[in-house]
């Protein structure tokens, strides 16, 4: 079976968040490791570390991780910065 490649140029299969965010920092400053975190939050250390290298994640999962940090719903620009400009269509 011949091995697969992926085109010269072409786009991994996951795609990086548009803008990064303050989770290491956050948790850094609280001294808390990936593992410790997601514990607290009910998710994965392997979530933990997506997000933190920029991937999206689901709402449900950034609310755990603002409450696991001891942080309310309203700091999430302080977890996860402005968040994507949805654009409306009018037709």
Do not use: H, W, Y
Not at 42 to 61: A, K, N
Not at 66 to 91: H, M, N, Y
Request: positive net charge.
């Amino acid at each position: 079976m011949p091995a697969r490649t992926r085109a010269k140029g072409a786009a991994p299969a996951l795609v990086r968040a548009a803008s990064s965010n303050n989770l290491q920092r956050l948790r850094e400053e609280q001294l808390l490791t990936k593992a410790e975190l997601a514990r607290k939050a009910g998710i994965s250390p392997l979530t933990v570390s997506r997000i933190e290298s920029g991937l999206d994640c689901r709402v449900d999962t950034k609310r755990k991780i603002i409450l696991a940090l001891g942080l309310t719903p309203s700091d999430r620009r302080k977890v996860f910065g402005p968040g994507r400009v949805r654009s409306s269509r009018v037709q």
